[in-house]
């Protein structure tokens, strides 16, 4: 059986370990030869690596493991990489999300204006990565999983037509893990699902087990109840999380006819988000209070006692989806799995260079979408309007605009106004500095 070689590209990054612990669960279907990691910030990376490193040692000695900060080591010989960087890291996390709210505008990671100046640091960063691989791997597959997934794969799209990448995200698989444990299926795999939208931004139409058994009813008249708050809770949910599971049942109420991804209520009920955060403490807050604090503490002590028992990092089991599309890629599978590629027909309806998210069959020449058929006019109003807002944030990166990047806040559903999306987009400047092209 063929090993592969590996580069996680963000490497220092707190979702490395649970990664590299996924991979090493799963290797009997996807081997690998070797394991590296690649990163600007060497400091912040080489804690993680360190720690990496002995768990590698004691559970995969066979497994060459290296890390790097210089492109051409990390890009050689490599049959995969595996990305998922933060431009800025979580300060500027935090003020994707504080400068919104500030305006009385939804502050969040991917969605509003917050998305879109994380878009904006997102697209060079991406797009380095990807000439790397070509430069020094020209046969290697991309599988990019950095934020916003959505603006970076209509840049990859646009600016790099030619690249082998593949954009992905893991909510639709957070979501179908509870609706598995809504119906008592023992997981997602055990369902078989048609889904379409955009990332963040889309709808289940169907949902069977493998017997072909329609689920929907039962997950229908659950969510309307609950939301996607499973039977048996889950007591390492955070708060802020249960809040955006509950409040599926208000999303789905709009056309309960699907099951709605979790991130329309951003756009859907943008006042309710905004009178239920905290200006002061967003979720960058939490992020850097717990998770930052947990999985660096816990690699310092793996290093300091040369052995993992002595620190607790969890395997990242929804990761997983990773190998599944690497296996599809390497072993030419013909898995089904949710991508975002371009709409091209698939969905006919709508435009044809939109990228979309929708199920794909994976192989070794990448994915070959599945048909959508036509779409409610409810669902392409929405896709619309956000798909023209991912539109003109490439565009005012790509032109360096002001201009572009105002009628992207102003045409975004969480603004309310042209004025209130030039007052948020000059503050999101000034911050900024350091990271966007500059405008004019």
Request: aromatic letters at 8%.
């Amino acid at each position: 059986m063929k090993k592969f070689s590996v580069v996680i590209a963000g490497g220092g990054s707190t979702f490395t370990p649970g990664i590299v612990l996924m991979l090493l669960a799963n290797r009997d279907r996807f081997p690998l030869r070797a394991l590296k990691f690649y990163d600007n910030d060497g400091a912040r990376q080489e804690t993680i690596a360190e720690a990496c490193k002995i768990i590698l040692r004691e559970q995969a000695p066979d497994i060459d493991f290296s890390y790097t900060t210089d492109p051409k080591t990390a890009f050689s010989d490599v049959d995969f990489v595996m990305a998922h960087i933060r431009v800025g890291k979580y300060p500027m996390r935090e003020k994707d999300e504080k400068i919104p709210l500030r305006h009385g505008v939804v502050g969040q990671e991917t969605c509003g204006p917050g998305g879109i100046a994380y878009g904006m640091r997102s697209i060079g960063g991406v797009l380095e990565l990807v000439d790397y691989m070509q430069q020094y791997s020209p046969n290697a597959w991309m599988l990019n999983y950095s934020n916003p997934a959505a603006i970076v794969a209509e840049a990859t799209r646009r600016l790099r037509p030619q690249a082998k990448i593949l954009n992905i995200c893991d909510m639709p698989i957070g979501i179908e893990g509870r609706m598995a444990q809504i119906v008592g299926l023992p997981d997602r795999k055990a369902m078989r699902v048609r889904y379409y939208g955009l990332n963040h931004f889309g709808w289940w139409t169907s949902i069977e087990d493998q017997n072909g058994n329609d689920l929907m009813p039962k997950l229908r008249e659950y969510v309307a109840k609950n939301g996607y708050v499973p039977p048996a809770k889950d007591e390492h949910t955070e708060a802020s999380w249960n809040d955006t599971f509950a409040k599926a049942k208000d999303v789905q109420a709009l056309d309960p006819d699907t099951m709605p991804n979790t991130y329309l209520k951003y756009y859907l009920f943008p006042d309710y988000v905004v009178a239920h955060s905290n200006p002061e403490r967003t979720r960058a807050n939490e992020v850097m209070d717990h998770r930052e604090k947990q999985v660096f503490s816990a690699c310092r002590a793996i290093i300091e006692a040369g052995k993992s028992s002595a620190g607790e990092l969890e395997i990242d089991e929804h990761a997983s989806y990773i190998v599944d599309l690497a296996t599809a890629i390497a072993f030419n599978t013909q898995a089904r799995m949710l991508l975002i590629v371009p709409n091209n027909g698939a969905i006919h309806n709508f435009d044809a260079d939109a990228m979309v998210e929708i199920p794909c069959l994976v192989g070794k020449n990448g994915p070959e979408p599945l048909t959508v058929g036509d779409i409610p006019h409810f669902q392409k109003g929405l896709m619309s309007q956000q798909v023209a807002v991912e539109k003109l944030v490439v565009d005012a990166w790509e032109q360096h605009s002001y201009q572009k990047l105002w009628q992207a806040l102003t045409l975004s559903k969480t603004v309310p106004s042209a004025s209130v999306a030039k007052a948020i987009l000059d503050d999101l400047v000034e911050a900024n500095r350091d990271y966007w092209p500059e405008l004019h």
